[in-house]
């Protein structure tokens, strides 16, 4: 079956713009997070979502972060006034409600100039 | 404060040999372990786990040990093949939380062939 799809693969963006980055879970998985990954550091937690709530959003580094969840499904990250420490790959996972393995999608290249 | 660690950055092994890779935890409400291997432009993919009430889980090459009285994981990988090549991450995860699962930093190995 299909797996986790993230969009767009690659992103290039300006300083100061903003960018909306999408994910689209295994179906059927409740549980949605978002991690991004900076250059030479591990995986760094963002946000948790189980179905469209999310209850801890203690990862996302300033309130230029934000994330949705519609439907159940597909979520949305968007990054307002984006700055060059911004850049990174962007993950997202997904997994059953109450199991621990996560499946993770490509991720999306962030590049902030 | 990082509570789940992997103190090496780096492991380079011969192939056929060994490769051990090892991940401490802090947090002795951790009581699901996870092992995620990373090629470059890839997300992570889930390889191996284990539960706290079991000290060793193997699966083929793969082998998961857990001592709980030392907080440590260890991942064993037997024979190393060049295949083998890329970036594991030790994740933990508590019985309660089973969704939030918090990452290590990564080790990478190289099989040298």
């Known amino acids: 079956g299909a797996g986790v799809s993230q969009s767009p693969s690659n992103k290039v963006t300006e300083k100061g713009k903003d960018v909306e980055l999408r994910c689209d879970p295994i179906s059927g998985h409740t549980a949605l997070y978002w991690y991004r990954q900076s250059l030479g550091q591990g995986l760094e937690f963002l946000i948790y979502?189980?179905?469209?709530?999310?209850?801890?959003k203690s990862g996302l580094p300033s309130d230029r972060f934000s994330a949705e969840r519609t439907g159940g499904s597909v979520s949305t990250l968007t990054i307002q006034r984006t700055q060059q420490e911004d850049s990174a790959v962007y993950l997202c996972?997904?997994?059953?409600?109450?199991?621990?393995?996560?499946?993770f999608g490509p991720g999306t290249r962030l590049t902030v100039l | 404060d990082q509570q789940v660690k992997q103190n090496s950055p780096s492991l380079s092994v011969q192939e056929g040999r060994i490769s051990i890779l090892n991940c401490d935890y802090t947090n002795s409400m951790f009581d699901y372990f996870l092992w995620y291997k990373k090629y470059p432009a890839e997300g992570p993919t889930f390889l191996i786990s284990?539960?706290?009430?079991?000290d060793k889980n193997e699966d083929g090459r793969f082998t998961v040990f857990l001592n709980k009285s030392a907080k440590h994981l260890s991942l064993h990988i037997v024979p190393s093949q060049p295949g083998d090549s890329a970036v594991y991450f030790c994740?933990?995860?508590?019985?309660?939380?089973?969704?939030?699962?918090?990452f290590g930093p990564g080790t990478s190995l190289s099989v040298i062939p």
């Open positions: 996972a997904s997994s059953l409600a109450g199991r621990g393995t996560q499946y």
């Open positions: 284990i539960s706290s009430i079991k």
């Open positions: 994740a933990a995860a508590t019985q309660t939380s089973y969704d939030k699962v918090i």
């Open positions: 979502f189980q179905g469209n709530s999310a209850p801890d």
